[in-house]
């Protein structure tokens, strides 16, 4: 925190304290979080948006990191029961990379919690991991072969975790 209740994200401009922000504009920045994440992964973010504040402090809120945290150890204990529900529809995960990047996983589940300063852009890429249908975590389809390995995808999020 600097002077005043306003925190700084590594050279980002401000984010001020919670509460803060019109309704409208939380409102917007959960609405647009995909577009906004988007930009911010891109670098083409316009400061002092106050949108983007707004998702820009809630993707650097410990309980929010948490969340993704929770999602990532859930996964590695999906991939080692490498269960199947027949009435449920799933996206196939990729046990076997899963489980053998469970340590870079835990790492960075650890990291998301733990560590005070991090950057926005590895929230995402961890988040995105997760929930991203088209995450090197989710088994290839007919349609489409995964870009990257999961190992790969999971020391980028930490690398972007720290520089930004």
Do not use: C, K, N
């Given at each position: 925190?600097?002077?005043g209740g306003i925190a700084t994200i590594g050279?980002?401009?401000?984010?001020?304290?919670?509460?803060?922000?019109?309704?409208?504009?939380r409102i917007m920045a959960r609405l647009r979080a995909r577009s906004i994440d988007d930009e911010l992964l891109h670098g083409s973010v316009?400061?002092?948006d106050p949108v983007v504040l707004v998702r820009r402090a809630r993707l650097l809120n410990r309980r929010y990191r948490s969340r993704i945290a929770a999602s990532l150890?859930?996964?590695?204990?999906?991939?080692?029961?490498r269960e199947r529900h027949v009435l449920r529809p799933q996206i196939p995960v990729r046990d076997d990379e899963?489980?053998?990047?469970?340590?870079?996983?835990?790492?960075?589940?650890d990291e998301l919690e733990q560590d005070e300063r991090v950057s926005p852009r590895g929230?995402?890429?961890a988040d995105r991991?997760?929930?991203?249908?088209?995450?090197p975590i989710y088994g290839a389809t007919p349609m489409r072969a995964p870009a990257e390995s999961v190992q790969t995808a999971v020391k980028h999020a930490r690398a972007a975790l720290h520089l930004g």
């Open positions: 925190m600097t002077g050279g980002s401009p401000p984010i001020p304290p919670p509460g803060w922000a019109r309704p409208t504009d316009a400061d002092g150890r859930r996964l590695i204990e999906a991939a080692r029961r899963v489980l053998e990047s469970e340590p870079l996983i835990r790492t960075l589940a929230v995402i890429l991991l997760v929930t991203d249908g088209d995450s």
